[in-house]
C-alpha cells in the first residue's frame, strides 16, 4: 500500500473568503478567486446565499501538492470550511 500525503479539502458551502487560509499557510497552497460555474454548480441555496454575501470569492487550494499537512489551514479556519484528506 502506497501511503499518500493528505491535502486539503474545502466545503465551499461553508467558507466565507476570509482569507485566513491565506494568511496562514507556510507553503502558499490558497488562494482567494471567484469559483468556477461547475464549483458552483453543487453549492446548497445556503452556500450561494454565503457566496453572494462575501463578494463571490472564496479560498481555493490551487496548489494542494504543495501541502505538507501542518493543519494551520484547519485549525485557523473560522467556518471550519477545511479538512485534511487523503485520497
Excluded: N, W
Aim: proline content about 6%; some cysteine; hydrophobic content about 40%.
Amino acid at each position: 500500500m502506497i501511503l499518500t500525503m493528505p491535502h486539503p479539502v474545502i466545503d465551499y458551502g461553508r467558507c466565507e473568503g476570509k482569507a485566513v487560509c491565506v494568511e496562514v499557510c507556510p507553503y502558499k497552497v490558497f488562494e482567494l478567486r471567484q469559483l468556477s460555474s461547475a464549483e458552483v454548480g453543487p453549492l446548497s441555496l445556503v452556500g450561494r446565499l454565503r457566496r453572494a454575501l462575501h463578494g463571490g470569492r472564496q479560498a481555493v487550494a490551487v496548489r494542494a501538492a504543495d501541502c505538507h499537512a501542518c493543519g494551520l489551514c484547519v485549525a485557523e479556519c473560522p467556518e471550519g470550511a477545511i479538512r485534511l484528506q487523503h485520497d
